[in-house]
């Protein structure tokens, strides 16, 4: 995208927006320090999101296959970023061949996520884990690329690209892949469906905070917007952590900037990364917590009630087990009580009086006297001879007032 191809605002706006920028007022309403709203959206499918960052939208989406390392690296995967300008997002785009903006754009992005070579800088982000994505060393290692599409531009594409790039990673998932063979190096791909794919290994997360510098570079802004960018003197992007670790400061060009300035740039960096960090997380631990309910394998409503069935009639058969088992219950205790009940007396009562003999001899006295009670009663109360058992009772009663 060349520069003289970009909207270019009137000798009033750039005055109205340099002033109200004077006194701490930008033309949205936000203050000088605010990000605009941050929006995260995830696709049905692992590794894809979507960033709105105010009217700036940016969509991630992260692939990987295997190749052959690097000969200096053997032992270590490879990260590649990879922008689409499409002229849908910026009349200013041209489609076909990248411009210099789609070139630093993903540049950028790129060298806050991963290593470089020790010639360019020596310093090394390694957000991600290069050497977890080696399967064989120096022959089968996991390449993962990041397609970033740019879907419409309202400013401060750096930071949207970035924020879809490692929504895009921390929600890819990458095949398992075992390692076999009679020579031990053949490499075997899992089917999703037969073993969960593996997250990728991420140690930090690298935010691109981009300020805008306007005047002689005393006034400086965060999220510049299209318009504002527009305006802008210079530009400065800082990567870095929600620790505090600066990964990368890319300055493009325009004015310069004193070094207290910078040094001021990053201490606000480090707060605005924290909130991003905790942003980014809290989207990526819903989506994934989601994406695990619905694992959850359910039945459709005709096959529970299919299922509910065969219950049903089980429940039913057992409650017609259980009435056959009274009803023969029922019968077997009519035929018990059919029996003469002074066999089950005779049988009980010999049954009990062992055991109160042996638990209390004060007991087996006691009843023994009552025994002997009772066999007086019978004897007085049985007739003695066959003519008082013929003789009518109330004489009988007479009769055994008088002996007595």
């Known amino acids: 995208m060349d520069h003289h191809q970009r909207w270019r605002p009137t000798v009033n706006e750039r005055e109205f927006i340099e002033r109200a920028l004077q006194s701490d007022l930008r033309v949205d309403g936000r203050r000088p320090f605010d990000f605009r709203r941050l929006k995260i959206l995830f696709g049905r499918e692992d590794g894809s999101a979507e960033v709105q960052l105010g009217d700036t939208r940016v969509m991630g989406y992260a692939t990987a296959q295997l190749v052959q390392p690097y000969k200096d690296r053997p032992n270590e995967g490879t990260l590649a970023i990879f922008t689409e300008f499409s002229p849908m997002a910026d009349p200013a785009f041209e489609p076909g061949r990248p411009g210099e903006s789609a070139i630093e754009l993903g540049r950028v992005v790129d060298r806050g996520l991963r290593w470089w070579s020790p010639e360019i800088a020596v310093w090394e982000s390694r957000a991600v884990d290069m050497e977890s994505l080696c399967v064989v060393a120096g022959k089968h290692v996991w390449s993962v690329r990041v397609d970033l599409h740019i879907l419409d531009n309202g400013g401060n594409l750096i930071d949207a690209a970035n924020i879809a790039a490692l929504a895009a990673l921390s929600t890819f998932r990458r095949p398992e892949c075992t390692v076999g063979g009679e020579d031990g190096q053949q490499v075997t791909v899992h089917d999703p469906e037969v073993r969960d794919p593996l997250p990728l290994t991420i140690h930090h997360l690298p935010i691109a905070v981009t300020f805008a510098y306007f005047g002689e570079g005393n006034i400086m802004v965060i999220d510049p917007t299209y318009k504002e960018e527009a305006v802008m003197g210079g530009r400065m992007t800082a990567t870095i952590n929600s620790n505090g670790d600066v990964c990368s400061i890319q300055k493009a060009g325009g004015e310069g900037v004193m070094s207290s300035v910078i040094m001021q740039c990053l201490r606000i960096a480090s707060v605005k990364a924290a909130d991003i960090t905790s942003k980014i997380k809290n989207e990526v631990n819903s989506y994934t917590s989601a994406k695990a309910l619905q694992k959850v394998k359910r039945l459709p409503a005709s096959a529970l009630k299919k299922d509910n069935a065969p219950d049903v009639a089980m429940k039913e058969g057992s409650d017609v087990a259980l009435e056959t088992q009274s009803t023969k219950a029922s019968s077997d205790g ?65 009769k055994q007032h008088k002996n007595s």
Not at 347 to 356: H, R, T
Not at 358 to 374: H, I, V, Y
Request: charged share 40%; with cysteine; hydrophobic share 20%.
């Open 334 to 398: 009519q035929q018990i009580n059919k029996e003469p009940p002074s066999v089950v007396k005779d049988n009980k009562q010999e049954d009990v009086e062992p055991m109160l003999t042996e638990c209390n001899p004060e007991a087996q006295s006691e009843s023994r006297l009552t025994a002997g009670e009772s066999d007086e009663k019978q004897e007085v109360i049985s007739p003695k001879s066959l003519k008082d058992a013929v003789k009518p009772k109330h004489k009988r009663k007479k």
